[in-house]
């Protein structure tokens, strides 16, 4: 690291996201925004990821114009080189993250510069025990939705007052115990561990750690703004009190960067290659013609429900472009022949990249909709770009946006459990054809409202604001 230029004063923040896409892309957007800030900011890194990050994208060169004021940090994440990494094995790469991490962040909060806050993913519960052993404030980054954080704030309450483990098979029954959302969800849009075994599932013990810990550090950090999830917010402040709402981060970014007239503008984070040939496809399609397809960086899929997907998308005879990473099979289901045979004839009424610039697609005239799997970063990209939403939820927070989607904010439809090519076919047709209006009144609405938060006066704005005022507190 060379930190030669550092210049006694200015609060210097180390951000520590977890080891994957969603997370990795939300805290460089924040990183940037800190620098814009005059903060000086550290960015810890797997060499994992950190290589895939240079070989994708141009955030070496980007990040450049922040001379003296970023740097790039390297751990290893502790799994050996030929572990596939995926969302199967995600208790497994947490664990070991923590091992290297742990003696890791001991070591920075005492080297120097002096590092004056440290802003770790909030499901790196660990970090907010050592920044509070070491006297280094820590504000975690809740990259889940704030709902999903809701829930789980609440998982102890479900416990106690034995909703949870639930009693009987009834997916369809309202859970009770969550404030605020009585009424609205049911057992079945939860996340997934509440339906397995919430006891020794890996996400659901960090959840429970993750919760404990927000009380104790300094503040929240979360991506939404107060018009989308103003009730939740509210819920989530009687345990943290400062909780920034500073989302919608990339709108953000973006927003700022225009200001500054820099002209970085939606810079790829991807730890993939972006395919830019699918924006060239989408230039050549009528305006709203086209639903994207994407189920995010982590999803694993069957060969039948990529096969129901296929035949649902074909027979709805709408245009699709369909991100159908390599990797999407189940572990012990990789069939790279089948996949290239699908993809070849999915060219008939679509186009298929392995991983696209999803910002980009999203904010492209063409696109009608999407159907996604809900991860936070998806929906709230899509909010931002008034595209409605098809989601197929699968684990951790993915269930409860879904719900929200559909009943909560009223932008598009949910599939949750289920996958066969008519659900497929129907729910695209009446997204994209005979409920479109409908659903495109809200989105368009709410992307207005997720612009003025960014904007001058606006709530994100103001929240923004206060965090750097606070951070820059931290060095006096
Ligand atoms: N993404 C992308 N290109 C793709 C698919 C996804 O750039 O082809 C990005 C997307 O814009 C989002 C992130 O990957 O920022 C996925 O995060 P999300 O929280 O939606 O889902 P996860 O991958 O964590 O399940």
Redesign the pocket.
């Known amino acids: 690291m060379d930190h030669q230029q550092e210049e006694a004063g200015i609060p210097h923040v180390l951000t520590f996201p977890l080891p ?3 997370p990795i ?1 939300s805290m460089l957007q924040l990183a940037e925004l800190f620098c814009l800030a005059g903060l000086k900011v550290t960015f810890l890194n797997t060499i994992h990821n950190q290589e895939r990050l240079l070989r994708c994208t141009n955030v070496q060169s980007r990040f450049e114009q922040y001379h003296g004021f970023f740097w790039f940090v390297t751990i290893p994440d502790g799994l050996p080189e030929e572990h596939p990494r995926s969302i199967e094995q995600f208790g497994d790469i947490i664990t070991s993250v923590q091992t290297v991490a742990e003696p890791f962040l001991r070591e920075i909060l005492l080297s120097e510069p002096v590092v004056t806050c440290i802003i770790p993913d909030a499901l790196s519960y660990y970090a907010v025990d050592i920044g509070n052993e070491m006297g280094v404030p820590v504000i975690p980054f809740d ?1 889940i939705s704030p709902s999903c954080l809701w829930v789980y704030l609440c998982l102890p309450k479900l416990i106690e007052a034995q909703e949870l483990p639930f009693k009987g098979d009834d997916l369809d029954a309202l859970v009770r115990h969550i404030p605020t959302m009585e009424g609205l969800l049911r057992r079945r849009d939860l996340p997934h561990f509440c339906l397995t075994d919430y006891k020794t599932d890996p996400s659901s013990l960090a959840a429970l750690k993750e919760i404990e810990r927000i009380p104790q550090a300094y503040g929240l950090m979360l991506n939404t703004f107060e018009d989308l999830d103003g009730h939740f917010l509210s819920c989530i402040r009687s345990y943290s009190a400062k909780t920034y709402a500073i989302g919608p981060v990339h709108l953000h970014l973006k927003t700022r960067l225009a200001e500054k007239q820099t002209p970085s503008l939606l810079s ?1 984070n ?1 730890l ?1 290659e ?1 395919d830019q040939s699918s924006i060239r496809w989408l230039d050549a399609q009528p305006v709203g013609s086209v639903i994207y397809v ?1 189920f ?4 694993v899929a069957s060969r039948e429900e990529i096969l129901e997907f296929w035949h649902g998308l074909l027979n709805s005879e709408v245009k699709y472009l369909w ?1 159908l990473r390599p990797n999407i099979l189940r572990e012990g289901e990789t069939d790279y022949k089948f996949m290239k045979e699908l993809a070849e004839g999915c060219q008939k009424n679509g186009y298929i ?1 392995s ?5 980009k697609i999203l904010a492209h005239p063409a696109i009608g909709g999407f159907l996604t ?1 809900s ?5 709230i ?1 899509s909010i931002v770009e008034g595209k409605p939403m098809i989601c197929w939820p699968h684990n951790v927070d993915q269930r409860v946006n879904s719900r929200l989607v559909n009943k909560l904010w009223k932008i598009g439809l949910d599939m949750k459990g289920t996958c066969d090519r008519s659900t497929i076919e129907r729910m695209i047709k009446d997204l994209m054809g005979t409920k479109r209006d409908e659903f495109k009144k809200s989105t368009d609405n709410l992307s207005k409202l997720a612009k003025l938060s960014v904007g001058e006066g606006g709530s994100s704005t103001y929240d923004l604001e206060s965090l750097i005022k606070d951070i820059k507190g931290f060095t006096l």
């Open positions: 994957i896409q969603g892309n990259t790829s991807s993939w972006e994407s995010g960086s982590l999803i991100v990249v991983w696209a610039p999803q910002k799997h991860g936070w970063n998806s929906t990209e």
